[in-house]
């Protein structure tokens, strides 16, 4: 340090100097002292310890670092006397506020309900004069007290209420006590004096009455005395030597004791870096541990957990999307705005997705509620079910057949839905057997006139046959139709005797097995040959049809086009026997078929090689029948 008179040193004497301050620092040597006898501090800089030039100062001192300006500041405790009245006029004065009469201010700074009439006109209810004080501050400190005013009164009151409510406590644990020692003493029998019991207890109540400090073992003030303890048990007491004398303070330790300190947690001098002066590890000590596992990650894990940083991150990002879309939002310009349309955007984002949610636990469920009657009725079960080759139930649960129309509804006063009869191919009412939906019910006599009906229809097919054979007869002598025209058509004599026979021998019974919607307990036998030859017929007809279909043309045919067909017919008086309808189900081209495109391929190629060598007979027609 240079001399106070600030004269030149040498080399020597300013290092002797600078060793002289380090010593004093370190508190191996005495520190300076003033003109009056008071240390000067050794860590106050250099340039706030010396006096300026001007001043002459030959010796150490602080004194040009206070202030010696004179005269009052003004900045007394003195302070507003809220609320103090200084004279009561019984009129109306000139220059008083014409609404309340008082001369402290003026009328537009009236704090009185404004009246319909004011004091002036009406010289009546003379407000009383404040007490207008001035208190003068004057200091920077004194405008800025917040305490400036403050009256200990207050707290004096305060305390007052605090110590009522803990007498109130008080007596509320002495009841309690009492209420539980009579209750005990009850409970031990007829012998136990009643008497005895609760003078005993107003004893102890009266004892406990007379020591509130120390009420009881497990009452208020107990629990408050633990916790005192308890949190005595984090302060550390510490001495540190100055050197105007020794000083004692408190030092606030929030590490329990138990638990491993941070700068043990990992030993290695590379890993995080701990701050003894702060207590701080911002660094997980051990990265490569479990989170699980660990009981300090760091005291940056707190802050990247609080969330404030994520937010103000999303916020941000949602105001640049937003404003990149179209929307007139901007996180500095306009914050509360963009908050605003942010928490829009999370609530409408919340209800699509609880509308996405319910949406599809209607239409799929949830695994995590019971079972419902249509995911049980699908469960395993052990009952026997045995099948033919086409699917049908031979024995065990039959299965019904589901209606194609609406279930439980009955029309035009029937008793039963539509559907629930058939017969040869026909829907009808099981009530009355009534072939036409719209047709009302007409009860058992309605079935025998069903009944009579179809009998009838059944004479006239037959008759219709006999008719045809006989016409087939007369013209058995014509030679010139060939016998691939008479099998194909039908037309011969032998044709019409086996469709007469065919007829004859078919029984309403067994039509269902033709159809498929029954099955008999035995399998239908089928004829090789027919089936062969009903396949042969169903092959010819596709190709008809499909060069028709080419050619644009239609009829009123097998092939041609259905509008021209006659109302309800079925291909004139042609009977579907069970090999015309084996074959239909052999050359049925089914749309999930994995191999109807293989299939397909095959007959392409095969009218195609049919085609060039003119070959293409019936014994190439490639189905093995066993």
């Given at each position: 340090?240079?001399?106070?008179?600030?004269?030149?040193?040498?080399?020597?004497?300013?290092?002797?100097?600078?060793?002289?301050?380090?010593?004093?620092?370190?508190?191996?040597?005495?520190?300076?002292?003033?003109?009056?006898?008071?240390?000067?501090?050794?860590?106050?800089?250099?340039?706030?310890?010396?006096?300026?030039?001007?001043?002459n100062n030959d010796h150490p001192?602080?004194?040009?670092?206070?202030?010696?300006?004179?005269?009052?500041?003004?900045?007394?405790?003195?302070?507003y006397d809220r609320g103090a009245k200084v004279f009561q006029a019984t009129k109306y004065r000139k220059g008083?506020?014409?609404?309340?009469?008082?001369?402290?201010?003026?009328?537009?700074?009236c704090m009185e309900r404004p009246r319909s009439k004011g004091a002036k006109y009406t010289n009546k209810n003379i407000a009383a004069d404040e007490k207008v004080q001035d208190v003068n501050m004057v200091s920077f400190d004194a405008k800025r007290d917040r305490w400036n005013g403050y009256s200990a009164d207050e707290w004096t009151k305060q305390a007052e209420n605090f110590d009522k409510m803990a007498e109130m406590r008080a007596?509320?644990?002495?009841?309690?006590?009492?209420?539980?020692?009579?209750?005990?003493?009850?409970?031990?029998?007829?012998?136990?004096?009643?008497?005895?019991?609760a003078a005993e207890a107003a004893a102890e109540a009266a004892a406990a009455a007379g020591n509130e400090d120390k009420i009881l073992e497990d009452g208020v003030e107990e629990e408050d005395k633990v916790v005192e303890e308890e949190e005595s048990g984090f302060a550390k007491i510490e001495k540190r030597v100055r050197a105007s004398g020794a000083a004692t303070g408190t030092v606030r330790n929030l590490r329990i004791r138990e638990d491993t300190a941070k700068y043990l947690l990992n030993l290695d001098v590379e890993s995080a870096h701990?701050?003894?002066?702060?207590?701080?590890?911002?660094?997980?000590?051990?990265?490569?541990?479990?989170?699980?596992?660990?009981?300090?990650?760091?005291?940056?894990?707190?802050?990247?957990?609080?969330?404030?940083?994520?937010?103000?991150?999303?916020?941000?990002?949602?105001?640049?999307?937003?404003?990149e879309k179209g929307q007139d939002t901007h996180l500095q310009a306009t914050p509360s705005q963009a908050e605003a349309?942010?928490?829009?955007?999370?609530?409408?984002?919340?209800?699509?997705?609880?509308?996405?949610?319910?949406?599809?636990?209607?239409?799929?469920?949830?695994?995590?509620?019971?079972?419902?009657?249509?995911?049980?009725?699908?469960?395993?079960?052990?009952?026997?079910?045995?099948?033919?080759?086409?699917?049908?139930?031979?024995?065990?649960?039959?299965?019904?057949?589901?209606?194609?129309?609406?279930?439980?509804?009955?029309?035009?006063?029937?008793?039963s839905v539509w559907g629930s009869w058939w017969k040869e191919g026909t829907w009808g009412y099981a009530c009355c057997h009534q072939t036409v939906k719209n047709a009302y019910c007409t009860g058992v006599a309605g079935q025998g006139a069903a009944e009579d009906t179809a009998a009838a229809l059944q004479k006239n097919m037959i008759a219709y046959a006999e008719k045809k054979a006989k016409q087939a007869a007369a013209d058995e002598g014509d030679e010139e139709e060939s016998e691939d025209d008479q099998e194909d058509n039908g037309r011969g004599m032998d044709g019409k005797k086996k469709s007469k026979k065919r007829l004859e021998g078919v029984k309403p019974g067994n039509a269902a097995g033709v159809w498929g919607s029954e099955a008999d307990k035995e399998d239908i036998q089928l004829d090789q040959n027919k089936l062969r030859e009903a396949i042969k017929?169903?092959?010819?007809?596709?190709?008809?049809?499909?060069?028709?279909?080419?050619?644009?043309?239609g009829g009123g045919g097998a092939g041609g086009d259905d509008r021209k067909r006659g109302y309800n017919s079925l291909n004139e008086d042609y009977n579907v026997s069970a090999e015309d309808m084996e074959a239909y189900r052999m050359k049925k081209s089914r749309g999930d078929d994995p191999l109807a495109a293989i299939e397909a391929a095959k007959a392409a190629q095969k009218e195609k090689s049919a085609g060039k060598y003119g070959g293409g007979g019936g014994s190439g027609d490639n189905y093995d029948f066993v």
């Amino acid at each position: 340090m240079a001399s106070a008179g600030g004269k030149m040193l040498s080399a020597e004497e300013r290092r002797r100097q600078k060793e002289l301050e380090e010593a004093r620092k370190a508190g191996l040597a005495a520190p300076e002292v003033d003109e009056e006898g008071n240390a000067i501090n050794p860590h106050i800089p250099q340039f706030m310890a010396s006096a300026p030039w001007y001043l002459n100062n030959d010796h150490p001192s602080l004194k040009h670092q206070r202030n010696w300006k004179g005269g009052p500041q003004g900045d007394d405790k003195g302070w507003y006397d809220r609320g103090a009245k200084v004279f009561q006029a019984t009129k109306y004065r000139k220059g008083a506020c014409e609404n309340c009469g008082s001369m402290s201010h003026k009328t537009k700074d009236c704090m009185e309900r404004p009246r319909s009439k004011g004091a002036k006109y009406t010289n009546k209810n003379i407000a009383a004069d404040e007490k207008v004080q001035d208190v003068n501050m004057v200091s920077f400190d004194a405008k800025r007290d917040r305490w400036n005013g403050y009256s200990a009164d207050e707290w004096t009151k305060q305390a007052e209420n605090f110590d009522k409510m803990a007498e109130m406590r008080a007596e509320v644990r002495r009841k309690e006590l009492l209420e539980q020692k009579f209750k005990n003493g009850s409970d031990g029998g007829d012998d136990v004096d009643n008497a005895a019991v609760a003078a005993e207890a107003a004893a102890e109540a009266a004892a406990a009455a007379g020591n509130e400090d120390k009420i009881l073992e497990d009452g208020v003030e107990e629990e408050d005395k633990v916790v005192e303890e308890e949190e005595s048990g984090f302060a550390k007491i510490e001495k540190r030597v100055r050197a105007s004398g020794a000083a004692t303070g408190t030092v606030r330790n929030l590490r329990i004791r138990e638990d491993t300190a941070k700068y043990l947690l990992n030993l290695d001098v590379e890993s995080a870096h701990y701050d003894p002066k702060s207590r701080s590890m911002r660094e997980d000590p051990n990265p490569e541990k479990d989170p699980s596992e660990k009981t300090f990650a760091g005291d940056n894990f707190i802050r990247q957990t609080g969330g404030h940083s994520d937010s103000f991150k999303t916020l941000n990002l949602f105001s640049i999307t937003a404003y990149e879309k179209g929307q007139d939002t901007h996180l500095q310009a306009t914050p509360s705005q963009a908050e605003a349309a942010y928490k829009a955007f999370q609530m409408k984002k919340a209800s699509l997705q609880g509308q996405s949610k319910s949406t599809l636990l209607d239409k799929y469920g949830s695994a995590a509620s019971a079972p419902t009657e249509d995911i049980l009725a699908l469960r395993g079960t052990e009952a026997y079910v045995e099948y033919d080759a086409a699917g049908r139930v031979i024995r065990g649960q039959e299965v019904k057949a589901c209606s194609r129309y609406e279930e439980d509804v009955h029309p035009g006063n029937h008793t039963s839905v539509w559907g629930s009869w058939w017969k040869e191919g026909t829907w009808g009412y099981a009530c009355c057997h009534q072939t036409v939906k719209n047709a009302y019910c007409t009860g058992v006599a309605g079935q025998g006139a069903a009944e009579d009906t179809a009998a009838a229809l059944q004479k006239n097919m037959i008759a219709y046959a006999e008719k045809k054979a006989k016409q087939a007869a007369a013209d058995e002598g014509d030679e010139e139709e060939s016998e691939d025209d008479q099998e194909d058509n039908g037309r011969g004599m032998d044709g019409k005797k086996k469709s007469k026979k065919r007829l004859e021998g078919v029984k309403p019974g067994n039509a269902a097995g033709v159809w498929g919607s029954e099955a008999d307990k035995e399998d239908i036998q089928l004829d090789q040959n027919k089936l062969r030859e009903a396949i042969k017929r169903a092959e010819k007809a596709a190709r008809a049809e499909e060069e028709e279909g080419l050619e644009g043309g239609g009829g009123g045919g097998a092939g041609g086009d259905d509008r021209k067909r006659g109302y309800n017919s079925l291909n004139e008086d042609y009977n579907v026997s069970a090999e015309d309808m084996e074959a239909y189900r052999m050359k049925k081209s089914r749309g999930d078929d994995p191999l109807a495109a293989i299939e397909a391929a095959k007959a392409a190629q095969k009218e195609k090689s049919a085609g060039k060598y003119g070959g293409g007979g019936g014994s190439g027609d490639n189905y093995d029948f066993v």
